[in-house]
Structures are given as C-alpha cells and as structure tokens.
C-alpha cells in the first residue's frame, strides 16, 4: 500500500469524521492508524475508527497484496475481529462512505 493511497482513505474519514461530529453531538469517533503490521512481517496498514460511547469499532485494512481495494469489517472495541471481512474497490472509499459507515453502525 502506497502512503498515497493511505493518505487518500484517512483524509476521507478525517472529512467524514468532522461532519458526524457537527451532525452528531451524541457521537464522538476517534480514528487511528497504526502500520505496525508491517513491524511483524505484514504487509499491511490498518484504521480503526472507534466509538467510545458505545464501544463500536468498525476496522479497515489497507493490505498491500490488493493495492486496489480495502477491507472492512464492524466490530467492538473490546473484541478481536472476526475472521471474515468484506471488500471494497478502493475507488468506492470516499467521505460519503465514511460518513454512512459511522451514522448507521455508531448512531444505531
């Protein structure tokens, strides 16, 4: 995964991120980056957007073996993730996504 292409998904949550904070006073996201994967040996990136009111995380994967796509998957702070994650064109990955991802799994 490029930085380009990691710059390109975190400043579109960053974009979402300030919208569901001034469209929702209730909910306050935190996102994090963390490329420690590739410390032990995988070649990937990883943004956890986390709710911590209701414990809520929904956790991408920018994986360097599908430069094109991302993965995704809903889950909880206090939880490991499953095994399945969904994936994504990165071409769909926008701050309207974002922005949907964090009201209907974060508000519900």
Known sequence: MTDKQLKLVSDAASDAHARI???????????????????AGIPADAMTIDCLKSGKRIIIILHDGQPDHVSYQY??????????????????????????????????
């Open 21 to 39: 904070q001034e469209d929702f006073k209730n909910l306050n996201p935190v996102i994090g980056v963390n490329r420690n994967m590739r410390t």
């Open 75 to 108: 889950s909880f702070k206090d939880q490991d993730p499953g095994p399945d994650f969904e994936l994504l064109p990165l071409d769909d990955v926008n701050a309207d996504l974002f922005y949907e991802w964090m009201k209907t799994y974060f508000d519900a």
